[in-house]
């Protein structure tokens, strides 16, 4: 497998759609605890995974350089990329409790506002011509480690912290972080898989992943519900 596959099938299989999939879920099922899980799912995305990411989507382009050359140019292109500057401003803003102009924040708002409809585009441009051909096996395999594998090991990680006598998770949040795993790949898997040449890879196990996690996400409901963790 390419390493550039190998980093956007790792990407599309954690990275979730907390934004336009979680959030609306969350505020439906547990509202009183949806805006705790949404911003410490979000914090994961932002700091651990989209970064982790970016690593491996460099490692992947640098191979056959020497060593020192590999590890040198995946620092500066991590730390100079536009997203993770963008997340570094924005922790360091949270955390000094500082506020934008009006005048910007207002334009930020109204970029936020059309990013769904212009993450659809793209996404709908790159599957444009889409050659599924010596992709099934990968998509496959995308397909089912997102809304059933993934999962899966978040449901044994939660029951296991009791039994090693660690603080286990209330239940909603263990609901929370239970269906968050099972969530279709987060849109921007796409975009950044682009940047590498696996544009279209990135779009197909999106919009697989969704359709796929109607049922899943159904049944995944019912697995919480059984096990107590919903409040009604």
């Known amino acids: 497998m390419p390493p550039q596959r190998a980093a956007s ?38 700091v651990v995974i989209i970064p982790v990411a970016l690593i491996l989507f460099e490692a992947a382009s640098g191979r056959g350089a020497p060593l020192g050359r590999r590890i040198g140019g995946i620092v500066r292109s991590v730390l100079t990329h536009p997203l993770i500057i963008a997340i570094a401003v ?4 949270t955390g000094l409790g500082l506020d934008l102009p009006g005048m ?12 769904s409809a212009v993450a659809l585009l793209s996404i709908g441009g790159m599957l444009m011509g ?9 998509l496959s395999a995308t397909v089912v480690a997102k809304p059933l594998v993934m999962p899966a090991i978040a449901l044994g990680l ?11 998770l209330a239940p909603e949040l263990a609901a929370a972080a239970l269906l968050t795993c099972a969530l279709p790949s ?25 359709v796929a996690s109607f049922p899943t996400l159904t049944a995944w409901l019912f697995v919480v519900g059984a096990l107590g963790w919903l409040p009604f």
């Open 9 to 46: 099938m790792s990407l599309a299989v954690s990275g979730t759609n907390n934004g336009f999939v979680g959030a609306p879920l969350l505020l439906l099922l547990i509202p009183e605890s949806a805006g705790l899980a949404i911003g410490m799912s979000m914090l994961v995305d932002n």
């Open 90 to 93: 924005a922790l360091v803003m």
């Open 104 to 115: 910007i924040d207002d334009a930020v708002r109204l970029i936020a506002q059309s990013s």
């Open 130 to 138: 889409l050659q599924l051909r010596g992709q099934l096996a990968d």
């Open 158 to 168: 939660i029951l296991l912290l009791p039994a090693l006598g660690l603080p286990g």
């Open 186 to 210: 987060m849109s921007i898997a796409a975009a950044l898989a682009e940047q590498h040449g696996e544009g279209e890879f990135g779009a197909a196990a999106l919009l697989l992943s969704t």
